[in-house]
């Protein structure tokens, strides 16, 4: 079952995806400053940020560092303005601040600063992410705690042997209350993953370092809840939810393309995203 705080109720589907259409249009906002931002593999990742902060994390947007809270470590800290973009839609932080993105005194990096409300760790060299939830997990079994730590990974950053090194510590140690979760997108700044180095079959490598595996339609509300909420699944094994997501998702003239892989999205660019993702926002919201 979902372990929100008693602040709220979990979220359904239906009320998840109006959460991830805010989302996106608040990531588009965002590379709309002179700076610009890492815009696609920000917006793949909405699904699974909404889901996580609205109807799994155990949390509390007016006590961040509450000490019964879930962890949640972006590791794939270029998605960093997804990440914002979520929290802000939780309530960790007025939306309004997301204008100061980007800015030189701003607390709003181009990758996760511990100094927002809900950020945990700062993030971005690539690869290390799942190290810091083995710490985490491995604290929280010494304890006996009940909390969870969810490290969300890029699938070109599982190209880094950093992580499989922390797949295997994972496993040999038990840490069932370890959740990765793949942004399987397929895509990262110099084109297809496959193309880089292979990754297929993913859910066999992850098995073979001995962890639970499950896939699922990363933009699919109802499938993330199942998966994530569930966790646990296997007593002393990992899980790793690998998501299938599209790299710019909410743009269709930019999906599933590595040139969405920064931007910024200037005058005209800014209207016509900003027009495509409101116009998804009130049909999602017509079926909520």
Excluded at 70 to 80: E, I, M, Q
Aim: charged share 20%.
């Amino acid at each position: 079952m979902p372990m929100t705080s008693s602040t709220s109720s979990p979220a359904g589907p239906d009320a998840l995806r109006v959460h991830a259409q805010r989302v996106r249009e608040l990531i588009v906002d965002m590379c709309a400053n002179p700076e610009g931002g890492h815009l696609g593999g920000s917006m793949s990742l909405a699904e699974i940020l909404v889901t996580l902060y609205h109807s799994v994390l155990r949390l509390d947007p007016a006590d961040p560092r509450a000490a019964d809270r879930d962890l949640l470590v972006l590791s794939k800290g270029h998605g960093a303005i997804g990440l914002y973009a979520a929290l802000a839609e939780r309530g960790f932080f007025p939306q309004e601040w997301l204008a100061d993105y980007g800015t030189p005194d701003g607390p709003l990096t181009a990758h996760p600063n511990p100094a927002v409300p809900g950020v945990e760790m700062p993030t971005g060299s690539l690869g290390h992410g799942l190290s810091l939830g083995v710490g985490f997990a491995l604290d929280m079994k010494l304890s006996a705690d009940d909390r969870r730590c969810f490290v969300i990974t890029g699938d070109g950053e599982l190209q880094e042997g950093s992580v499989w090194e922390a797949a295997m510590a994972a496993s040999t140690h038990g840490l069932d209350r370890l959740v990765a979760v793949v942004d399987r997108n397929g895509l990262q700044i110099t084109g297809s993953t496959e193309n880089n180095a292979g990754l297929e079959p993913l859910g066999d490598r992850w098995r073979s370092f001995g962890w639970h595996v499950i896939e699922v339609d990363g933009h699919d509300t109802a499938q993330l809840l199942e998966a994530l909420s569930g966790a646990p699944h296997a007593p002393g094994r990992p899980t790793a939810v690998i998501c299938h997501t599209v790299k710019g998702k909410g743009l269709p003239y930019i999906e599933g393309q590595a040139r969405s892989h920064y931007a910024r999205l200037a005058g005209k660019q800014h209207k016509r995203a900003a027009a495509v993702l409101r116009a998804q926002a009130k049909r999602a919201e017509t079926t909520a």
